[in-house]
């Protein structure tokens, strides 16, 4: 055989070159493709072969063991799926073949079946159970959203957040939400979520669109991202009735991005009616409280006031009384007793007085120099006394002295 430059080479050089050629290209090194599935055949080493069809075109398929346990659902002949995978050049038999790491239903059908599945096991696990559903915030200080940064969902959000509770803090997580690659980088969305500080909250939001673009929320993956987060989580998805994996492993869903935000984020003007109302109410409650307080206050106060003076002072008086009245009447004993003992010393001190004396007759005889003379002996002819009487006084002079009879030397 000859080449365009009339080179000769082998049926497995060839086989290389066209290898070569189909592993230089990028877009044939990792692509997803959609198809018509046609004799599927399970072998018994865990390797599963079929064939992808085009409309005028078909290719073969291999999904190798490793990645068959990744299937829910085998899908049935005539299905149409989603193959992810490679192309490379099987030289055995001279044909190129997809090597798939994927096998995905797209069909109504199939991917029903699929999702049920899935659905049964994940609630076999307790995935689902109501019982590990967290409130939501009722003041959420810092939100997370997972969304599209230029989808209509962010926007919607943002307006409701900022008619609603501007005072909430977004933090815009970027994330595909649709295409192959969406799974993945909605799961990376959580664990970058891990690392914000102070997070109340995340909103899982995508907007309209038909009921396939929300397939990727059926997935097991981002399904267990969802339950997985370390914060409530909220999803509003599409506007479809049915719900996702995605919402049913969430601890709160909307049916759609702005039903999301109004379910987390407070109405801030029914708030601020509220509190208003509730500080009317406070203050008109607690002014009522205050004249219940004090006319309390003022009753018990008349109460004690009464209870004091009949308990208190009325006994109190009662006794001052009596006992000013025995007082009064023991100081009048006793003055009249006084009275008495005062008489009867005055009586005797009266009838021990020297003008007691004098009232009888007697005087009181002083010389000279003022002193008594109390004995005629001590007299001479020619002294000057003094006689006191009761009444007045007399000076005398002495003419003569003469003694008793019975006077004796030691008198």
């Not at 509190?275 to 009522?288: D, P, V």
């Not at 006394?385 to 009761?390: A, P, Q, W």
């Amino acid at each position: 055989m000859k080449s365009i430059n009339n080179e000769i080479i082998t049926v497995d050089e060839m086989t290389a070159g066209v290898r070569d050629a189909l592993l230089r290209d990028p877009r044939l090194s990792g692509f997803s493709v959609r198809g018509e599935l046609l004799g599927f055949k399970l072998h018994t080493s865990g390797h599963a072969y079929f064939t992808l069809l085009g409309e005028n075109t078909r290719v073969a398929c291999v999904l190798f063991r490793s990645y068959a346990a990744s299937v829910l659902a085998w899908p049935k002949d005539g299905d149409e799926v989603l193959v992810r995978g490679k192309i490379d050049v099987y030289g055995a038999r001279g044909a190129y073949q997809i090597y798939a790491t994927a096998l995905l239903p797209l069909g109504a059908g199939a991917k029903a079946r699929a999702k049920e599945m899935l659905r049964q096991r994940l609630e076999k696990e307790g995935l689902f159970d109501p019982r590990l559903k967290r409130p939501l915030p009722r003041f959420p200080e810092r939100v997370a959203v997972i969304t599209s940064p230029t989808g209509a969902a962010l926007q919607d959000i943002l307006k409701l957040h900022s008619l609603r509770f501007p005072c909430s803090e977004l933090i815009v997580v970027p994330s595909l939400m649709q295409g192959a690659d969406a799974s993945g980088d909605i799961i990376r969305a959580f664990s970058r979520v891990r690392g914000i500080r102070g997070l109340s909250c995340v909103i899982l939001a995508r907007g309209g669109g038909n009921r396939d673009d929300l397939d990727i929320f059926d997935s097991e993956e981002v399904t267990r991202a969802v339950r997985l987060c370390p914060v409530p989580v909220i999803t509003g998805l599409g506007h479809q009735i049915d719900s996702t994996l995605a919402d049913m492993a969430a601890d709160a869903s909307a049916p759609t991005p702005t039903g999301a935000a109004e379910r987390l984020f407070p109405d801030g003007h029914a708030l601020d009616a509220a509190l208003a109302a509730a500080r009317g109410s406070l203050t008109s409650r607690i002014s009522a409280r205050f004249v219940s307080i004090l006319s309390g206050l003022n009753e018990s106060l008349e109460r004690l006031n009464r209870s004091i003076v009949k308990n208190q002072l009325a006994p109190a008086g009662d006794f001052l009384s009596s006992a000013e009245e025995r007082l009064n009447k023991e100081i009048r004993s006793r003055l009249k007793e006084a009275d008495a003992a005062v008489i009867s010393l005055l009586q005797r001190l009266e009838g021990r007085s020297p003008l007691a004396l004098l009232a009888k007759g007697y005087s009181i005889c002083e010389d000279a120099g003022g002193l008594i003379v109390s004995s005629a002996s001590a007299l001479s002819a020619g002294d000057s006394l003094k006689l006191i009487f009761r009444d007045g006084s007399a000076g005398v002079r002495v003419d003569s002295v003469v003694l008793n009879e019975f006077h004796t030397e030691a008198d």
